[in-house]
């Protein structure tokens, strides 16, 4: 069985290394893949989370634990695919076009993956265009934007107006963050949502899947 306390004492320190060991050691006695998943290194990680939305912890922290999380979910990849696990959900993220700030981004990202779900990330300075493609191939959940940039959250309506126009609104939900973001702008250009840190990004993931399966 997996060693739920020290893995979570090995992910805060960031001991890439021994995540991993942790992980192989569990497999080698027989724990499956999803059991050393959501057992294991992803309430881990949501603990993880949840010290840095109550501001215990900083973002070098979480990066730091994010990076060994990667590592234990490296060991952990090849195998879930080949079986087919199906992942909590997918999710289509970018940095809006025009705005190269990526650091948010990127930590929604580790949190989401640390949940289970399977994120594309399109990057930073994404076109409307981009996304819509993003949508058509991947058929994701959800489609998150971030910004961080007062002239670049026009970007975040036109990206939502787009998917309305091709008819994809109804498919997928938006979800929208970043410091200049609130929740009265996201309902303003009609988000579906809106979080203000990576954590509670999370939540509001599960909360949209949570929904579409009632
Ligand atoms: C780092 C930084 C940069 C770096 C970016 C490096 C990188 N790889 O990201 C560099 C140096 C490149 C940069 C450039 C610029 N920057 Co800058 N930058 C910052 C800075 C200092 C920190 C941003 C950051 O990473 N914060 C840490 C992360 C973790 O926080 P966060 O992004 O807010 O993300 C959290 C939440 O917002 C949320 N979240 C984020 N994204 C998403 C997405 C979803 C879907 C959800 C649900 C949640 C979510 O979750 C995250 C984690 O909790 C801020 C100042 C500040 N204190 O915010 C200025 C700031 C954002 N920059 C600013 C400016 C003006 C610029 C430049 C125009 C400067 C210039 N004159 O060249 C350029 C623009 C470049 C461009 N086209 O994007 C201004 C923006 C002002 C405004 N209101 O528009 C700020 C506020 C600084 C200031 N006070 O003037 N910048």
Redesign the pocket.
Known sequence: MVDQEMLYAFLSQGKMDEVKKLTQKALQEGDSPEVILNQGLIPAMEKIGARFKNGDIY?PEVLIAARAMHAGMDVLKPILSKSNTPMAGKIV?GTVK????????N??IMLLEGGGFEVVDLGVDVSSETFLRAVDQHHPHVV???A????TLPEMKKTIDALKQAGLKGRVKT??????VTEKFAREIGADG?????AS?VD?VKQFIADESH
């Open positions: 973002i993220i025009g705005d190269l700030h990526d650091i948010g981004k930590l929604v998150a934007m971030s961080l940039l007062t002239t979800l929208v963050g970043g410091a200049p809106y979080a203000p840190d990576a990004a509001k």
